[in-house]
């Protein structure tokens, strides 16, 4: 009897490429699952967010200042704890982490990879019912494995993702990875609890209708941001236009609409603060080599942002990402800052 099923799990993906390697050792397909498995758990706390009393401040303030939401403090623990438990990483960074920690037990001293995450971007989404996300960095270690891993581990240019994903708990739930190789998405089946490959071989337009900025900080931008903002608004039949803005506060969800359909996102530094808000090692890094994997671009408006060589944890960046063509468009107003 021939079974005709044409569904892949990610399960199923990610062994079937690692057979495509006979010197794997399984780990990266390992690490991949134990994300998902923290994922689906998080998953069932954000759809019943509004119905148990996990909504609101947890009353205390993150390393950077911000509110924490309960809802980030459980994801951060689910994602930490199967990582820690997991055969393939020897530590993490997370946004709600003042520091890195480094797992020291047998098992994770020899495992090859470190991990960054943002266990919930867009938290401040949660209360309103919009689509929220989770953000991860993978590295492989460049310390010796069979030691505890070090800071140098984490603070690798992001050129050197062996892989790099983000979940969105939206209207479905995704779960989008790349490696060098590619950018698979894969959709929550609710039936059988598992991410079926739903967006094979994931590849960005190269150009778009979309641009996704926070217009309140318009004059607050530099001179030539704002000039670049205007030429969008200014878009007609005549040079590509006219553009849409969308921008919903979760980049999570503006990426995704993105890299799916076209477009260009921009969170750009400010008068207060030069380097913007959003976080190099696990917001930016992660987002910059998946979207490059599919054939955009990523910047901080004058370095690809893949070759930035971070020197903190929570170091932050002004950051600009989406399809190619708008990119190129985009440096020749930024060049001039
Ligand atoms: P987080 O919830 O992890 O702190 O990140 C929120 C980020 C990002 O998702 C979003 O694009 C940006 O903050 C929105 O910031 P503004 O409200 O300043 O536009
Ligand atoms: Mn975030
Ligand atoms: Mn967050």
Do not use: W
């Amino acid at each position: 009897m021939t079974i005709n099923r044409k569904i892949l799990t990610l399960d199923e993906f990610t062994i079937q490429q690692m057979r495509q390697f006979p010197s794997a050792t399984g780990e990266l397909s390992s690490l991949l699952r134990d994300i998902g498995l923290a994922a689906k758990r998080v998953n069932v706390e954000v759809n019943k967010a509004g119905l148990v009393d996990i909504l609101g401040d947890a009353g205390t303030v993150n390393i950077q200042g911000e509110d924490v939401k309960k809802l980030d403090i459980y994801a951060n623990n689910q994602f930490m704890g199967v990582l820690q438990h997991g055969i393939s990483c020897a530590g993490i960074g997370s946004e709600e982490l003042d520091d890195f920690v480094v797992f020291d037990d047998e098992i994770s001293n020899n495992s090859k990879y470190v991990v960054q995450f943002d266990p919930l971007d867009g938290s401040g989404n949660i209360d309103v019912n919009i689509s929220i996300g989770t953000i991860f960095s993978v590295y492989r270690r460049i310390s010796e494995v069979g030691q505890p891993c070090v800071k140098e581990d984490f603070l690798q240019p992001g050129s050197r993702q062996v892989a790099a994903g983000y979940i969105i708990y939206g209207s479905s739930t995704m779960y989008v990875y790349a490696t060098k190789r590619g950018v698979n998405g894969f959709t929550l089946d609710p039936a059988i609890g598992e991410f079926c490959l739903s967006h094979p071989d994931i590849k960005c337009p190269p150009s778009g209708k979309v641009y996704s900025v926070n217009h309140g900080n318009f004059f607050q931008y530099t001179i030539n941001t704002r000039e670049y903002i205007n030429v969008c608004q200014k878009k007609d039949k005549t040079n590509g236009g006219p553009y849409t803005q969308r921008y919903i506060g979760s980049m999570v969800a503006d990426v995704h609409r993105n890299l799916m359909k076209g477009g260009i996102f921009l969170y750009p530094g400010t008068l207060d603060k030069p380097n913007g808000k959003l976080r190099l090692l696990y917001e930016c890094n992660p987002f910059a080599f998946i979207v490059e994997i599919a054939g955009g671009r990523a910047t901080d408006g004058k370095r690809r942002i893949l070759e930035i060589e971070p020197t903190e944890l929570h170091q932050r960046t002004p950051f600009f990402v989406g399809s190619k063509d708008m990119m190129d468009e985009l440096d020749t107003y930024l060049q001039k800052d």
